[in-house]
């Protein structure tokens, strides 16, 4: 099956910098890649997504680009502010199966 | 509109005892989704349904989980004779199609306690 692998797990960054999270994905047939922020104890929240069509999104500060020829996918945050701080979640589908490979998350905290 | 509902919010239960997790999805979605999420873990899938249908039940841990769904709507997921290692938050999650390709939309969680 699908292995999504996420990395970093912890990252820190003074607050107008940027922050880049990386994930990569096994399955070729993947297809559709969410990405989720999670404050704590609070839901996944949908920020992002990106289907293979598309090699890269963009929206205001976020944005998501994907490498299918290498099978990864990367998040980047500009400008970032403490409020972007929270536990980020890639994820990895494949359009004919139903279910959702997550990664492991980045714990980002922006630093004042 | 109402986004997906989960219940009971928080559950404490005896080890052995069985609990019943309530999901009540955003209307009109066909597809519904239960992971369970350890203490700063990931997200383990755990079941889809399509409709009514469970199509994918292959992240059940053990057969002392079961899920229902009807009416293709609310869906229940029950955990027979907990265990301390069934502590986790049970999040569930509804998109409008199955396939795996539409966002998926989470409720807050039941976090579930095993004493």
Known sequence: GENVEQHPSTLSVQ???????KCTYSDSASNY??????ELGKRPQLIIDIRSNVGEKKDQRIAVTLNKTAKHFSLHITETQPEDSAVYFCA??????NQFYFGTGTSLTVIP | ?????????NKV????????????????????????QSLGQGLEF?????????????????????????GG????LTIQRTQQEDSAVYLCASSWTGGGNQPQHFGDGTRLSIL
Do not use: M
């Open chain 2, 46 to 70: 755990l079941i889809y349904f399509q409709g009514n249908s469970a199509p994918d039940k292959s992240g059940l841990p053990s057969d002392r989980f079961s899920a229902e769904r009807t």
């Open chain 1, 92 to 97: 990895a589908s494949i359009g004919s199966g």
């Open chain 1, 33 to 38: 890649f969410p990405w989720y922020k999670q």
């Open chain 2, 1 to 9: 509109g109402a986004g997906v509902s989960q219940s009971p919010s």
């Open chain 1, 15 to 21: 607050e107008g910098d940027s922050a880049v999270i």
């Open chain 2, 73 to 76: 709507s609310v869906s229940t």
């Open chain 2, 13 to 36: 239960t005896e080890k052995g005892k069985d609990v019943e997790l309530r999901c009540d999805p955003i209307s009109g979605h066909t597809a519904l989704y239960w992971y369970r």
